[in-house]
């Protein structure tokens, strides 16, 4: 079997797997995650790696843990969050009785971890006990959900985090920072493909940051085009900061923050 012949057909076999459509990731993306996790198994060929995924059912996981895993932080990208603390989360929660937030592509947890703490904080400056809102984390990789739901943290996803949030929203056990049970029980995980509707008409904000990047062009306006439908009129959609709005949705949403590439739905 040529090289060619056999990369298509691990991407079958994903598919088969898991659903995934891999021909909707861009190729090199796809590559060089796929030679990377061959060199930790020092195979050097795909027609070898397929016989060894297709003898090793837990391989399948590991493929998938790295042909999704995303560099994930508490409050990552800082200037972002506070934009969205300062000019646009109090307006809408003076606005609505309830807030729905969508992470999507949510990895394990901490982005919609963090929009919970955020959200608790302006609740508390605004003087509005018990606000209702709700965060919907998603992910395709069952791994990062299940860290999402377990909600332990150590390491460098902690490094933008205050002493004062940590303080106040997790418990600490000697090793891990355990997000407190009044932020945990807002947020909600659950395993989803963008690649398909959800939810229609149902979020005030959506949050996708540095996921369709590795997307194909007409994957990327599939997805742009589910997420205006999952939004509310004059709901919020925040992209990555390397992300760009694709042209044909520019009548659909309107630039609030170019630099924080911060979208308001248009209707």
Not at 59 to 77: A, C, G, M, P, S
């Amino acid at each position: 079997m040529d090289e060619n012949k056999a990369f298509e057909k691990i991407k079958e076999s994903i598919y088969n797997k898991f659903s995934l459509d891999l021909n909707q990731y861009k190729e090199n993306y796809l590559k060089r995650r796929l030679d990377a996790r061959m060199r930790s198994l020092q195979i050097i060929s795909y027609e070898e790696y397929l016989k060894y995924l297709l003898t090793k059912e837990e391989e399948y996981d590991n493929l998938l843990d790295k042909l999704t895993i995303n560099v994930t932080q508490f409050f990552r990208d800082p200037d972002t969050f506070e934009e969205i603390k300062k000019n646009i989360l109090p307006n809408l929660m003076r606005n609505n009785n309830t807030i729905k937030v969508w992470s999507a592509g949510c990895s394990t947890g901490e982005e919609a971890y963090s929009i919970a703490i955020m959200m608790e904080e302006i609740s508390e400056t605004l003087g509005i006990l018990n606000y209702n809102y709700n965060i919907v984390g998603t992910d395709i990789n069952e791994k990062s959900l299940y860290k999402a739901r377990l909600g332990y943290y150590e390491g460098r996803t902690l490094d933008n985090l205050s002493d004062i949030r940590k303080k106040k929203d997790f418990n600490f056990d000697g090793k891990n920072y355990i997000i407190k049970e009044n932020i945990k029980k807002k947020v909600e995980f659950l395993k989803y493909n963008i690649m398909e509707p959800f939810k229609r008409g149902y979020f005030n904000i959506i949050f996708c940051r540095n996921v369709i990047i590795y997307f194909t062009r007409e994957l990327q306006n599939k997805v742009i085009g589910y997420f205006y439908d999952s939004l509310k009129e004059n709901g919020i959609f925040i992209m990555g900061k390397t992300e760009t709005m694709l042209m044909n949705f520019r009548d659909k949403f309107e630039c609030l923050n170019i630099k924080e590439r911060i979208f308001i739905k248009r209707v």
